[in-house]
Nanobody, 123 residues
Framework: QVQLVESGGGLVQAGGSLRLSCTAS????????MGWFRQAPGKEREFVAA????????IYADSVKGRFTISRDNARNTVYLQMNSLKPEDTAVYYC????????????????WGQGTQVTVSS
């Protein structure tokens, strides 16, 4: 069992940056692959980025490559999403999620979800 709490969302102008944090409860955080997803109104939840428990390998959606960076601090049970060069189309509720699968890029592969944090990028 993993409980996840996101923070760091807010309002930012296009071209700006935000860093999202997701803190997990549970003693086995380091055993989980962690992912970030986002969902805009009227759209399905989409994959943003993931970082593996072993080796820390990362994968990104094409839409955020070169702009977003996912990282984790296992000692603090926290995963981060650094978002740079934000665009209005990045506006969404961002969710962190956890899975024991080593590679996971779809919503149904994740077992635990945070409550979400709103990111709004103004033009």
């Amino acid at each position: 069992q993993v409980q996840l709490v996101e923070s760091g969302g807010g309002l930012v102008q296009a071209g700006g940056s935000l860093r999202l944090s997701c803190t997990a409860s549970g003693r086995t955080f380091s055993s989980y692959t962690m992912g970030w997803f986002r969902q805009a109104p009227g759209k399905e939840r989409e994959f943003v980025a993931a970082i593996a428990s072993i080796g820390g390998g990362t994968i990104y959606a094409d839409s955020v490559k070169g702009r977003f960076t996912i990282s984790r601090d296992n000692a603090r049970n926290t995963v981060y999403l650094q978002m740079n060069s934000l665009k209005p189309e990045d506006t969404a509720v961002y969710y962190c999620a956890a899975t024991r699968k080593f590679v996971a890029t779809t919503t149904h592969e994740y077992d635990y979800w945070g409550q979400g944090t709103q990111v709004t990028v103004s033009s």
